[in-house]
């Protein structure tokens, strides 16, 4: 299979923005709140991954989304571990992940009840570049002013805790059951693996890096396991195609000659693995190299996953 250019279908959010620019070349008369990248072909299998953007004028809602086990039992396929990594922030932008101090499940519905979870949850600062893990049961919300890419497990189910007065169904016994009620583990540090990768984030269902290539290098991408790559500065060809800000690219048990654009590339690269692969990419501009992380380490992130009653939203 070659590496092929994603396909882009569109979410309007009356959270959204109506300028996407750069990250996408036109204007819309709506809010547009996601932009989800697929396949080409229609008729392809669903990937595991879900590689998304997402613009916030308002804040979303407070939300958790169910682990692997609770989805599975509710005949749903996967739950929903996620990763952001902020494109763009305005000015005292913020996201929150887990909550400020430890709840009981009485106290964490009585907090949804009465609208207090916001004041509960652990909001924190964000700014282009920070990349932050939310393992599935983790409470979570994105505020306004922001442009975030997001890989996540394929899954579009949702518990909503608060919602801003938007009049949408809170869904409190199903939040209740699935949320980890302990405040988040603290976010692991990105990690050098060679002279242009950096490790985001590693987790059981996928990883996510940060490649930098020099302008006009060559080299092939070995993406033995589902792969994306999303441009978020300069360019790169692939074949006679290329790709810029914005454009997110896909690949499969492919191996795959790509080359940076006159200003260099910077791109996400998000796969379907476990830990980092350390042939995911070989330089082609030194035949002699061989690829070899600076670390032997794996910085493998672990998180509980809790158990609950479901329900299933398929807005954020």
Known sequence: MAI?????????KPWGSHDLQPWAK???????????FERADAQAP???????LLFTKEALSIQVHPDDGLAQSLGMGTGKTEAWYILSAEPGAQVAVGLTRRLTQPELRHAILDGSIADIVDWRNAVAGDVIFVPAG???AIGAGLVVAEIQQRSDTTFRLFDYGRERELHVEQAVAAADLEPANAQAIPMDLTE???????????????VNLPAGSNWELNAECETWMLVIAGEIDVGKASAGIGDALFADASHTHIKAGSNGLTALLAYADAQPRS?????????TAKPAFRHLEQALIHH??????????TEA
């Open 4 to 12: 092929e250019q994603a396909g882009v279908r569109i979410a309007r």
């Open 26 to 36: 036109t204007r819309h008369d709506d809010a547009i709140g996601e932009i989800w």
């Open 46 to 52: 669903d990937p595991a991954l879900l590689l998304k």
């Open 138 to 140: 983790t409470i979570h």
């Open 196 to 210: 242009v990768r950096t490790q985001l984030v590693s987790c059981p269902f996928f990883v996510l890096e940060r």
């Open 279 to 287: 042939d995911l990419l070989r330089n082609l501009d030194i035949r």
């Open 304 to 313: 509980q996953q809790p158990a609950g009653l479901p329900f299933r939203s």
